[in-house]
């Protein structure tokens, strides 16, 4: 069986498979890219149909924003291309797998008899790597991108506390996650890809259960939305749809970034509704801040500041729409469809584990470790299908969103919910108009202009 296998598959064809494929995925995204950063350039003025919600100025500082975000993300993605290729080219996953095992055995470990500890470091390392190649690219578009165009909220202190604090936490949560994989692999026999499954299915539950109550707070603040008037109109909505509303917070997200959400989490009975406060009208905004606030925030207040955020109608018609998504179990179908894709994976990393082959391809001549044949595989095997699932994805996300439209319209939310999408379209600076290519191809969220059109019916 495995004789057969090797025979199958030569390291050269998956060498230069793996990088023709990755390039002609980069050259599709620079080709959508280029027609969608044209549409910035030659729409300079507000089209008719858009003249009655988007003013001038707004449409010309969000085609700004859109054109810098383009030509930054175009460098960016260039350089992380070309990395990519280097490392693959220049068998890179071997060389960090070497020192990992340089680094066991100065300590007096066995690298051989080791591969737990050996993939663990090896994990670190590639993270160290990957945070300080990725580090100038974050600082850029943060501190001269978001900030020439006024989204930015965030210090320099502030910013390299968060830094610190997602490296430490995502490797206290990948560490134990990776060793249960490997553990699996080596005790599961012909089978393991089925525990491994079990297990991807479990861990992923867990950290779904503890991540808003001990992860997220580690980076945002969480309040309890105040008594008043727009927390008995959430109240009665969630009612209404005998949605199992246990907490409603609003999380400090304007210590980090104008930008504004809202969403929904938990399980059962213990569902949560999160507001971001950039959601908030000021007035509303106050009532969450303490008077020392207040008083430092009159003192930095400028007064020609444009007043942003939705009042308490349209922020009841945006969760009418995310209601929507738990009422018709969105959410529900996105995970099982997620884990079926998972379980896939899987299996094709169990029949292809053991390729000689595939390793060669990357470098590995005398070992085949399971976090590296599952890295093949999941990374760049797979690729071309992932591409092709993705697009799936996205069309099936954007047929999910028109119907939680259309949920929150059919409780009579139709206007409000409109003026809310263009509030947060102008405060958030989108462009309305896209490449239909670029769109289709990109975009989990129809535009805004199609969302519009199709809530005209329920007015």
């Not at 810098?68 to 460098?75: H, L, N, Y």
């Not at 990992?100 to 790597?129: H, K, P, Q, R």
């Not at 299996?347 to 292809?352: G, K, N, Q």
Request: proline content about 3%; overall charge negative; charged content about 20%.
């Amino acid at each position: 069986f495995t004789s057969t296998r090797d025979m199958e598959f030569d390291p050269g064809t998956i060498f230069y498979g793996v990088l023709g494929f990755m390039w002609l995925e980069f050259l599709w995204e620079c080709y959508i890219g280029s027609r969608q950063k044209k549409i910035y350039k030659t729409n300079t003025e507000v089209p008719a149909e858009l003249t009655s919600f988007l003013d001038k100025e707004t449409f010309t500082k969000a085609r700004l924003y859109a054109l810098d975000k383009a030509e930054f993300g175009a460098i960016q993605g260039l350089f992380s291309q070309v990395l990519s290729t280097a490392i693959i080219w220049f068998l890179g996953y071997r060389q960090f797998w070497n020192l990992a095992a340089i680094t066991l055995e100065s300590v007096g470990y066995d690298a051989g008899d080791n591969e737990i500890l050996m993939s663990l470091l090896f994990t670190l390392y590639m993270s160290i790597f990957s945070t300080i190649t990725g580090l100038p690219f974050s600082i850029y578009s943060t501190f001269v991108v978001e900030e020439r165009h006024g989204f930015n909220k965030q210090t320099l202190g502030f910013y390299a506390k968060d830094q610190v604090k997602k490296f430490v936490v995502g490797q206290v949560i990948q560490a134990p996650i990776l060793a249960g994989i490997i553990k699996i692999v080596f005790w599961g026999g012909d089978y393991f890809f089925v525990y491994l499954w079990f297990f991807a299915v479990a861990m992923t539950l867990f950290l779904m259960t503890i991540y808003p109550d001990l992860i997220a707070p580690l980076f945002d603040k969480y309040v309890p939305m105040p008594e008043g008037e727009l927390r008995s109109q959430i109240e009665d909505l969630a009612a209404s749809v005998e949605f199992p509303l246990y907490k409603l917070y609003v999380v400090e997200g304007s210590k980090r970034s104008s930008h504004s959400n809202a969403y929904f989490y938990g399980f059962f009975k213990f569902k949560r509704i999160v507001l971001f406060d950039t959601l908030l009208e000021e007035a509303e905004r106050l009532k969450l801040k303490t008077e020392e606030t207040k008083e430092e925030e009159k003192e930095e207040k400028d007064e020609t500041k444009k007043a942003t955020g939705c009042n308490n109608a349209e922020i009841v018609a945006v969760l009418g729409h995310e209601l929507g998504h738990w009422k018709m179990n969105h959410v529900l179908k996105n995970i099982v469809i997620g884990q079926v894709q998972i379980f896939l994976m899987f299996a094709l990393f169990a029949y292809l584990s053991k390729s000689k082959p595939l390793y060669l391809a990357f470098g590995f001549e005398d070992s085949q470790p399971v976090l590296i044949g599952l890295m093949i595989v999941l990374q760049y095997i797979t690729a071309p299908y992932s591409a092709v699932i993705g697009f799936l994805m996205s069309v099936l996300s954007r047929h999910f969103e028109f119907q939680a439209d259309e949920f929150a319209a059919n409780m009579g939310k139709s206007k409000d919910l409109k003026t809310a999408l263009v509030k947060l379209n102008n405060d958030n600076l989108g462009f309305p108009i896209y490449d239909w290519l670029y769109s289709a191809w990109n975009h989990s969220h129809p535009p805004l202009l199609e969302r519009i059109d199709a809530l005209k019916k329920y007015e």
